[in-house]
């Protein structure tokens, strides 16, 4: 089942609705639009960015990128799930080229994916998929649910990791599964943090404790050796 089935598959249950182009030339100026704003953010922060700088940046009137985003938190819901699509299409490519030895392989890929993107994504540093602390990057109230309306962050990113996930951990209890990956998520969320607090690539030794500490929960959790 590819990424993109699974991903469908889990829509449903996660991200909150917003206008989408459908004309490839409103396409091209919503993804500039992201790209603009996720350039900013590692210019100048969360808490600097304004709609009318991102308009700025991506070359198109203000009036263009209201009709796609409501504001501000809209914006950033909208590059949250870009970033979680792309985690995802990533990490399925490399589930697909050599599936892992069950729970503890899947855990190493999703670490190491997540950690190239924080390297290597524009923008993804300050938010990725909206995992944040209380009030978040931004300060915005909705900041835990950048993804849902209804879920908070972790919870939504770990449905569709389940989703994905199904035939890595097509033994488990699916309500264990689901409590385990979620906690798994405020888990490894934590760790990464303060993996790249004060190291731009992520400290090794953290990002290693980090897979650890997941593979060790998930093997106790759902019964795996």
């Known amino acids: 089942m590819s990424a993109d089935t699974r991903s469908h598959q889990a829509a449903g249950r996660t991200g909150p609705a917003r206008r989408r182009p459908v004309q490839q030339r409103s396409q091209e100026r919503y993804e500039r639009i992201l790209d603009a704003c996720a350039g900013l953010l590692d210019e100048a922060g969360a808490t600097a960015l304004t709609t009318k700088e991102v308009a700025h940046r991506a070359q198109v009137p ?118 385990g990956l979620r906690v798994a998520l405020e888990a490894a969320d934590a760790v990464l943090n303060l993996a790249f607090r004060s190291d731009p690539d992520g400290d090794p030794v953290l990002i290693a404790e980090c897979k650890r500490l997941v593979r060790c929960y998930l093997a106790e959790q759902l019964g795996h050796d």
Do not use: C, W
């Open 62 to 179: 203000i009036g263009t990128l209201y009709q796609f985003f409501s504001g501000k938190e809209d914006l950033l819901a909208a590059l949250a799930h870009r970033n979680l699509d792309h985690y995802l299409q990533r990490l399925d490519r490399r589930l697909s080229a050599g599936a892992p030895a069950g729970p503890a392989g899947f855990t190493d890929l999703a670490v190491d994916e997540f950690v190239a993107m924080k390297r290597d994504v524009p923008g993804f540093g300050q938010v990725d998929f909206g995992l944040a602390g209380t009030s978040g990057p931004t300060g915005f109230q909705g900041d835990r649910h950048l993804l849902d309306t209804d879920l908070d962050n972790n919870a939504a990113v770990a449905l569709r990791l389940q989703a994905l996930g199904g035939e890595v951990f097509a033994a488990a209890d699916p309500v264990a599964l689901t409590i």
